[in-house]
């Protein structure tokens, strides 16, 4: 069999459009690389512009200075412990609140869909919110960090979307013939037949919650409930303080150690996403193409 003439002008074609997607893909690539060779390098050869392309005088004492801070290691804690129960939860809910939402036969499904959508548009506002959290008790509990924003409505849509377009009705009629229910049939059917849509959920989620700095920062003041990202604000603001506070001939140490801090904070608040996120990258993708068509 013959394989297909490449013609000219389709050669011309695949270079221009290789060409192009090198240099975003170099642009968008570098300063990820900036950012981990500035954190092994010398804070004085990073800001006079004397690296480019490898790490210059080779140190890792921002790491160490990282990670003297206890605070870090707490941070670390509360995060992935956040992180997991949060998106566990968030995962449950919404593929409930989705399941029902894709039933033909649920009455007042249009309405239902019209008033859990109206928070997309319009908010109560925060200082509402946080009242409500303070009525609750709430505040200043590990429980905060896992109920607020326990479900995200663009993911119902998505997750409704998927059950609509990849589960037949015709499954559960059968199930219901032989005495399921819909709990029976959630369950047992529906949650092992969308194990790609839960993990495309698992993801966002889990994103959400290890940079979830906002809702720490309001909603906590015990420095052991806090959260990873607001420890290391907390490390960069100390930083600065003592800078104001010094005298003059202690200014440049001071900037000099503030300037090793910065990026491996970054590297260290990002690394595990970082690690993680090519493993997953095939669900986020198909989670976009999912929630490109509204059903």
């Known amino acids: 069999m013959k394989s297909l003439k490449i013609s ?24 990820l690389y900036f950012i981990v060779i500035a954190s092994v390098s010398n804070p004085t050869l990073v800001n006079n512009g004397a690296m480019t392309l490898w790490p210059k005088g080779f140190m890792l004492d921002g790491y160490k200075k ?10 670390y804690r509360n995060t992935i412990f956040y992180t997991v129960i949060g998106t566990i939860l968030n995962v449950f809910v919404t593929m409930g609140v989705a399941y029902t939402l894709s039933r033909k036969n649920f009455l007042g499904k249009g309405a239902l869909m019209t008033y859990i959508m109206i928070p997309m548009f319009f908010t109560g506002g925060l200082v509402p919110t946080f009242l409500i959290v303070k009525k609750m008790g709430l505040y200043n509990t590990p429980l905060v960090m896992i109920i607020i924003g326990a ?15 990849t589960i ?20 047992r059917i529906i949650l092992p037949l969308s194990s790609s ?19 720490s ?24 303080i003592q800078t104001d506070m010094l005298q003059a001939e202690d200014v440049v140490r001071q900037q000099y150690e503030a300037e090793l801090l910065k990026y491996a904070l970054i590297i260290v608040t990002s690394l595990p996403i970082l690690v993680i996120y090519p493993f ?4 986020f993708v198909k989670g976009v193409m999912i929630g490109s068509v509204k059903g």
């Not at 849509?197 to 979830?212: G, Q, R």
């Not at 997953?280 to 669900?283: G, P």
């Open 8 to 31: 000219k002008g389709d050669r011309i074609f695949d270079i221009i459009n290789y060409s192009i997607l090198t240099i975003v893909f170099i642009i968008v690539l570098y300063p």
């Open 66 to 75: 990282v990670f003297e801070y206890v605070d870090v290691w707490v941070g």
């Open 151 to 165: 479900i995200n409505i663009f993911n119902v849509i998505i997750a409704r979307t998927y059950i609509q377009g």
């Open 168 to 187: 037949p009705e015709e499954l559960y009629e059968s199930a219901q013939m032989d005495g399921c229910n819909h709990f029976t049939f959630f369950f």
């Open 197 to 215: 849509i839960i993990a495309v959920l698992t993801l966002y989620y889990a994103v959400d919650h290890w940079n979830d700095f906002f809702n």
């Open 217 to 240: 920062l309001i909603y906590l003041s015990n420095k052991n409930l806090f959260s990873l990202q607001l420890v290391l604000r907390g490390i960069l603001i100390q930083s600065n």
């Open 280 to 283: 997953m990258q095939k669900y």
